[in-house]
């Protein structure tokens, strides 16, 4: 069977195997518990569409976390079936960085691509950070200066409470020799962020918002 969970929806099953342990730490009450197990069942298949009995196996299991152990062996068994972030080459991120004549590229050995919605690294020397990510079954390339606030705020990616700073990219406005500045507080740490990623609407969002 070919991979079907995309990586943040990987999460949105881990964050539901946690409420079921917190569940079963909690209380001894069939009743709610059998509640907790159906409404996170029921979350998981809501984020598929379509999907055939062959795939709803893999995430029946879920009924049966009581703990961390249990949900560490069904994470486990999901693992294989999540999809992984779209391979680039060195080639292909130069093209998406166009007028970024010093690019550094990062190097993506360490990264396990099944744990990213998102590419991300910085150039320290240029308080830059790059980012590649896919919208439209598109790879695109978001570019800005980083600034760290030394403080923690809501990610506009995330929408998590974390280590943030403030990302600015520069478009081209309408006027010639004009620029748009627009900015948002995203997370320091890229790969907390894509950790945290139980949807990619925000994401979607701001990449929308710094191409309009
Ligand atoms: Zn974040």
Redesign the pocket.
Known sequence: MEPFIRSDQYNFIKAQTQILINGHSTTNDMDVLHALKDIAKEKVLDLFMDMSDEKKQFIDPILNIKDKTNAEEFLSQLKPYVIPFKEVTEQTIRKLFPKAKKLKIPSLENIDLKEISYLCWDDKGSNKKYIVAQHHNKLIGLQGTFTSINQKGI??????F?E?GMFISEAKGSVQGTFIKRGNH??Q??Q???Q??ITLDKLNDFIVWLNS
Do not use: M, T, V, Y
């Open positions: 990610c506009a990616l995330c929408n998590r974390e943030i995203i997370c740490d890229s907390k962020c894509n945290n990623l």
